[in-house]
C-alpha cells in the first residue's frame, strides 16, 4: 500500500509543480491563496521519510517564497527568494552596501552611495536579458531546488529530533549525485540543470534538512566536492515583497556582462 500512495503521490506532485511553474505574472507575488489541490498531500499518511520529503517538497512550492540567511567564509549575506509565479532574489550583504534583486528577467545591481556617484547620482544599474539572470545563484539558495532534489533521492534517512536555535526540527539526511540532483529538477531548463551538475562538481552530494512542524526545511546543509552550504530560511509564505528600482534612479547597462556576485 505504501508503494502504491508513493506511487500515485509522485504522479500528483508532479503536475502540481508544472502547474505552478507555468504560472505568470511579472510583479511580486501577493500572499497565496489556500493551496486546496495539494491540501490532501501535505501531510500524507506515510510519515516514512520518503513520505515526509514529499510533504516538505509540497509545503514549499505552495510557500512560493522565503525569507534566507546565509554564511560563506565568514560573511553573512540575507535576502527572500521567489520561485513561484516568477522568479525573485533580493540579497544583501552584511560587508557590503551593494544589493543585488532579480525580478525575473531583469537584474538590479547598486543601492549604494558609490555607485550613484559612478552613475552621476543613480544608484542602481539594470541588467535586462531573455533568461533569468544569476540563474546559477538563485538555483542554490532556492530551498525549492534542494527539497526537490531530497525527495527524488533513494533511501532518505531519518536522523532524528534536534535543536535548532530557539525549536526543535526533525533533522533528514539523503545521498544522491550531481546527476540525480540536476536531473530531478524538471521545472528547470536543460541548461540550468546542466549548469546545476556542474556547479556541485564530482562525486557524491549529501542533503541534510531540518524540518520544521510543517515539513518546511528551516536549515538546508548541502555538501559536495565543490563545498559546503548552510542555509537557514524563515517566513514561508510570508509578508515578503521586492520591489524595482524606480526608473529615475536606475541606468541601463544592457549589452553589459553581469558582474559577479558572491556567494
Known amino acids: 500500500m505504501a508503494a502504491r500512495w508513493?506511487?500515485?503521490?509522485?504522479?500528483?506532485?508532479?503536475?502540481l509543480l508544472a502547474a505552478g511553474c507555468a504560472s505568470g505574472g511579472s510583479k511580486t507575488p501577493d500572499a497565496p491563496s489556500s493551496p486546496a489541490a495539494s491540501t490532501a498531500l501535505a501531510t500524507p499518511t506515510d510519515r516514512s521519510p520518503h513520505g515526509v520529503l514529499l510533504s516538505a517538497q509540497l509545503a514549499v512550492h505552495d510557500a512560493r517564497r522565503a525569507?534566507?540567511?546565509?554564511?560563506l567564509g565568514g560573511e553573512h549575506v540575507q535576502g527572500t527568494v521567489f520561485w513561484a509565479p516568477k522568479t525573485v532574489l533580493q540579497l544583501k550583504r552584511d560587508t557590503s552596501a551593494v544589493q543585488l534583486i532579480v525580478l525575473d528577467t531583469s537584474a538590479y545591481l547598486g543601492g549604494d552611495q558609490a555607485t550613484a556617484e559612478r552613475l552621476g547620482g543613480r544608484h542602481w544599474e539594470k541588467y535586462p536579458g531573455k533568461e533569468v539572470p544569476y540563474s546559477g545563484l538563485v538555483d542554490r539558495l532556492n530551498p525549492l531546488v534542494a527539497v526537490t532534489a531530497a525527495a527524488a533521492a533513494d533511501t532518505p534517512e531519518l536522523v532524528g529530533e534536534e535543536k535548532l536555535q530557539d525549536s526543535t526540527a526533525q533533522h533528514y539526511r539523503v545521498t544522491t549525485t550531481a546527476a540525480g540532483y540536476a536531473a530531478a529538477q524538471t521545472q528547470l531548463?536543460?541548461?540550468?540543470?546542466?549548469?546545476?551538475e556542474q556547479?556541485?562538481?564530482?562525486?557524491?552530494v549529501v542533503l541534510d534538512l531540518w524540518l520544521n512542524d510543517k515539513d518546511q526545511p528551516v536549515q538546508v546543509r548541502r555538501s559536495a566536492s565543490s563545498g559546503t552550504d548552510v542555509i537557514g530560511y524563515a517566513e514561508y509564505?510570508?509578508?515578503l515583497s521586492v520591489q524595482a528600482p524606480a526608473e529615475a534612479d536606475t541606468a541601463d547597462a544592457a549589452g553589459q556582462s553581469l558582474p559577479?556576485?558572491?556567494p
Do not use: C, D, I, K
Open 6 to 15: 508513493r506511487t500515485a503521490a509522485v504522479v500528483v506532485l508532479s503536475a
Open 67 to 71: 525569507a534566507f540567511r546565509y554564511s
Open 189 to 196: 531548463s536543460a541548461a540550468r540543470r546542466q549548469a546545476l
Open 199 to 204: 556547479a556541485l562538481g564530482p562525486g557524491p
Open 237 to 239: 509564505g510570508g509578508p
Open 260 to 262: 559577479p556576485v558572491a
